[in-house]
C-alpha cells in the first residue's frame, strides 16, 4: 500500500498519541499497546524510547518487551531484539506471538535450530498463520530438515496459494531431496506469479549445478543475466565460480571467489563450502580445513565441513582423529543432512577395516623383522684337535 507524506504524517502522529496514552495510562492491559506499522528508521528509534519508558513504569509488560523485540528486529539489532523477546517469554512462556518473534530472531541471526524450536513451540501453542509456516519451511530448509521443510511450505500453500514465495521455497525443499523435475515446476510457477526471478533462478542454477546438468544450468544462468541491470550481481559471480570449479577451472573460480567472498551480497557460509570443497579437491588439506572451520564457526553441526575433516585426517594417515570426526558425526541427528550421515557411517565402516587390515600387516611385518633379527645357531660339535 502506498501513501501520500500527509497520511504518513497522520498515521506518525496517531500512533505516536497512542503509545503516550500508553505510557500515561499503566493500569490498562498489557495487549492495548497497538500494532507496529511499517515506518522509517526514526520512527523505530523514536518507538523503543516510548516503550522504554512504559518499561520503566511497569517492567512486568510482557506486551512491551515483545513489542520493543519487535522495534530492534527491524533495526536490525538483533542481540537487543533478543534479549527483549527472551524478557517477554519470562513474563508470558505460551503467548504465540512472542515465539514467533523469538524464532524470526533467531533465523535472522542464523540459529536455524533454534528458530525451528521456536517456531514449531508457537504453533503447539496455536499460533498457525502463512507468516509461521513460512518460517517453519525456511527454519527447516536451512537445517536441513527436507522433508519436513516440504510439509510446511505445503501448509504456507494451502493458506496462500498464490504467493509466489511459498513456491520457491517448496522447489528448493524438492531440489534439496533430489526431486529435480518437481523443483523445477514449482520455482517456475514461483516466477510465472511474480516472484522475485533473482531468487528463483539462483535455486534453479544451484540445483541443475548439484545434479551435474551444467547445461540447464547455463541455461537459466542466462536467462538471470538477460534480465540483471546495473551489472552483474555478486550472487551471480559466486555461481559462475560454483560451476567454473565443477568443470575443471579452479583457479578461476578462486579468483571469482576471493573478489566476493567478503561481499554482505553471498552468504558467507555458502563462500567457505566452495574453498573448502575447491581446496580439498586441490589436496591442499591445510587451505581446505581452515575453511571447514570458517564454516563450523557459523554452523557447530553441519556434516559437510565435519566429513572433510574426517578424511583430511584420514589422508594424513591420522587415523584415530579420523574415526573420532566420524563418530562425531553420527553422534548428531540422524535426519539433519541425512545422505551425509549415510556416507559417514560408510565411510567409518571401510576406515576401521582398513585399520585392522594396516595393524595385522605392522603385526607382520615385526614379526617378520623380528625372525631376522635373530642370530643363526651355530651346529654344536667338537672342537678338532
Not at 121 to 149: I, M, R
Request: aromatic share 10%; net charge neutral; proline share 3%.
Amino acid at each position: 500500500m502506498i501513501f501520500s507524506f500527509q497520511q504518513l504524517s497522520v498515521r506518525y502522529s496517531i500512533l505516536l498519541g497512542g503509545c503516550l496514552f500508553l505510557f500515561g495510562c499503566q493500569t490498562q492491559e498489557q495487549h492495548q499497546i497497538p500494532e507496529l506499522p511499517d515506518f522509517d528508521a526514526s520512527y523505530y528509534e523514536y518507538g523503543v524510547t516510548v516503550v522504554d519508558k512504559l518499561i520503566d513504569k511497569d517492567p512486568d509488560n510482557a506486551e512491551a518487551h515483545y513489542r520493543r523485540s519487535e522495534l530492534l528486529l527491524q533495526q536490525n539489532k538483533l542481540n537487543n531484539a533478543l534479549s527483549s523477546i527472551r524478557k517477554a517469554l519470562e513474563l508470558d512462556n505460551n503467548d504465540p506471538l512472542y515465539r514467533l518473534t523469538s524464532a524470526k530472531v533467531h533465523l535472522q541471526k542464523g540459529q536455524h535450530r533454534e528458530a525451528f524450536k521456536e517456531a514449531k513451540n508457537a504453533l503447539e501453542n496455536g499460533g498457525a498463520s502463512v507468516e509461521l509456516y513460512e518460517l517453519l519451511a525456511q527454519a527447516s530448509l536451512k537445517s536441513n530438515y527436507h522433508a519436513d521443510a516440504l510439509l510446511y511450505s505445503d501448509s504456507a500453500l494451502a493458506m496462500a496459494p498464490k504467493n509466489p514465495y511459498n513456491y520457491l521455497m517448496k522447489g528448493k525443499a524438492l531440489a534439496a531431496s533430489k526431486d529435480t523435475a518437481a523443483a523445477e515446476s514449482q520455482l517456475l510457477k514461483s516466477l510465472e506469479l511474480g516472484g522475485q526471478p533473482d531468487d528463483i533462478y539462483e535455486a534453479l542454477v544451484d540445483m541443475y549445478m548439484n545434479a551435474q546438468n551444467y547445461q540447464k544450468a547455463r541455461k537459466y544462468m542466462d536467462q538471470n543475466l538477460a534480465q540483471q541491470s546495473g551489472g552483474i550481481s555478486k550472487r551471480l559471480l559466486f555461481q559462475q565460480a560454483q560451476i567454473l570449479r565443477r568443470v575443471g577451472n579452479p583457479d578461476s573460480a578462486a579468483a571469482i571467489l576471493y573478489q566476493i567472498k567478503d561481499s554482505k551480497q553471498v552468504d558467507y557460509f555458502a563462500v567457505n563450502k566452495e574453498l573448502m570443497n575447491m581446496y580439498y579437491e586441490k589436496n591442499w588439506y591445510d587451505s581446505a580445513s581452515f575453511y571447514a572451520e570458517q564454516m563450523l564457526e557459523r554452523r557447530p553441526n553441519d556434516k559437510e565441513a565435519l566429513l572433510s575433516q574426517a578424511r583430511i585426517y584420514d589422508k594424513r594417515r591420522k587415523y584415530q582423529q579420523a574415526i573420532q570426526k566420524y563418530e562425531e558425526i553420527l553422534e548428531k541427528d540422524s535426519l539433519q543432512q541425512i545422505e551425509l550421515h549415510k556416507i559417514a557411517g560408510e565411510e567409518l565402516d571401510y576406515l576401521r577395516r582398513k585399520v585392522a587390515y594396516l595393524w595385522q600387516k605392522q603385526q607382520e611385518q615385526e614379526l617378520e623383522k623380528m625372525k631376522k633379527g635373530l642370530a643363526p645357531l651355530q651346529p654344536i660339535t667338537p672342537d678338532k684337535p
